[in-house]
């Protein structure tokens, strides 16, 4: 038998890693890191299941939810952003996912944290920066690039929770139109 603390250690660290990946794996990612775990480690095969590891698919399906769970309480925004959760605690959250899906790496509603060291204050400079640079007659698209590339999570912040027209888009982040971004 399996010991419980072991089992809980093993799946706090492969919700950690799945997180790292992707935050909301399906049915068949969750069945794929099952299968790796039993055939990496056949001792961990589930003697009651049909395939031996049925029962570890469930528990890291309950892992995630539990790991998004403890995310979302210590202020992960993207996270905050895509669940919608209204509560007597915080009755300003629209009511539960009103339009809005589970969020994929890369699609419209994925919404990274700030990097490390920085903060909505010093984006907003590398932002300037940026307008200024894209302002220039001849700018240099390395220089432009390096600060798309920095100021990737307050455009996605901006982008999700503001929802901007195209107009607004354009006169704010005027080298997110460059064919150069786009094609990058």
Known sequence: ??????????????????YDIKAYPNESEFAAVAKALIDKHPCLRETGSQNGYDGWRNSI????GNYRTEIRKAG???????????????PDLPSGRSG??????AESNF??????????DSQQVTHRMLQEECKKAQHDASVVHSLMLK???LRRQKIVKEYPPIAVMQNEWPAFF???EVTM
């Not at 399906?61 to 995630?64: C, E, G, L, R, Y």
């Not at 809005?100 to 790496?105: A, L, V």
């Open 1 to 18: 038998m399996f010991c419980q603390s072991a089992k809980g250690s093993v799946l706090q660290k492969l919700a950690t890693t799945i």
């Open 61 to 64: 399906q309950f892992k995630m």
């Open 76 to 90: 992960g925004e993207e996270l905050l952003i895509n669940s919608h959760r209204r509560s007597r605690y915080r």
């Open 100 to 105: 809005i899906k589970k969020p994929r790496r």
């Open 111 to 120: 919404l990274p944290n700030f990097p490390t060291g920085e903060s909505s």
């Open 151 to 153: 100021t990737f999570a």
């Open 178 to 180: 460059y064919p150069s």
